[in-house]
């Protein structure tokens, strides 16, 4: 039963071997505003990334280091599918499905050329394994690492390079 019970919960959830070393990033301060105002103010304005860019930032600051834990949900240990729920519930009350898998359906697919900051990244890293992040702009994103908790890591580097699978924008109009 519990061989069942693991080998269901990594189908479903996001169990990405990431070992490779990530890049940290640094952390500013930002104010609270609505993520889903500044999405839509980003595509007349280009001062609505820069609000976008401040809360997924404000947000990672007060979850960076927190250890990853398969099937994790809180500070205590947080799994990469858990943190991107958290994450967008956080800054815009959206409500994503609790597995990678699920989440990878959501939202309309684009192209790693159009990436803004608060789509989702998606990859492919062995195994039948899924894990997603969430892109902050300058080729960052913010993620769950197995190896390293909450943290920030670089989509060119040659480990998340090779497992790219596909990005997704989520909108209110898509939740």
Known sequence: MLVALVVVLALAGCAGHDTRPAAR?????????????????????????????????????DWAGVPYRYGGRDRSGIDCSSFVRRTLDAVESIDLP????AQAQRGEAIGRGDLSPGDLVFFRTGGGNRHVGI???????????T???????????IYWRRHYWQSRRITTAHN
């Open 25 to 61: 990033g640094h952390h500013h301060g930002a104010e609270d505003f609505s993520w889903g105002a500044a999405r839509a103010g980003a595509q007349n304005d280009p001062g609505g990334d820069a609000a976008i860019v401040a809360a997924l930032q404000s947000h990672y600051r």
């Open 98 to 101: 609790r597995t990678t898998a």
């Open 135 to 145: 892109y902050i702009g300058d080729g960052r994103f913010m993620h769950a690492s």
């Open 147 to 157: 190896s390293r908790g909450v943290t920030l890591s670089r989509l060119d580097n």
